[in-house]
Nanobody, 129 residues
């Protein structure tokens, strides 16, 4: 089982920024060749899509709620995927999860939670108004 680990969460005031990172917990695992996605789940809400990046980095996708504020990137050489979050507001408060897409998942399914087979435990982001 592939295990991912998110880091970089914390508490910030509205308008602030955070940068989240995700990497496999085991050195033997990797993200190269896989679509990588970020999802988040607020209390009492369903887990929702935030951002995704194509396996080769050629394309990215963002939820409308974060478009223009968040940037997803990957560094396959460092075996990490990142999510830079700017202009944070209270609606961004959630537990943020990193997911690795299944091997055969098409890019068209990037915003579907079922397209990701492995997840990290999540990192908490709290934004005060």
């Amino acid at each position: 089982q592939v295990q991912l680990v998110e880091s970089g969460g914390g508490s910030v005031q509205a308008g602030g920024s955070l940068r989240l990172s995700c990497a496999p917990s085991a050195r033997s695992e990797g993200i190269r060749g896989y679509t990588m996605g970020w999802f988040r789940q607020a209390p009492g809400k369903e887990r929702e899509f935030v951002a995704a990046i194509h396996w080769n980095g050629a394309s990215t996708e963002y939820a409308d709620s974060v478009k223009g504020r968040f940037t997803v990137s990957r560094d396959d050489a460092q075996n990490t995927v990142s999510l830079r979050m700017n202009e944070l507001n209270s609606a961004d408060t959630a537990l943020y999860y990193c997911g690795r897409g299944s091997y055969g998942t098409g890019w068209s399914s990037r915003n579907n939670i079922g397209s990701y087979d492995y997840w990290g435990p999540g990192t908490q982001v709290t934004v005060s108004s």
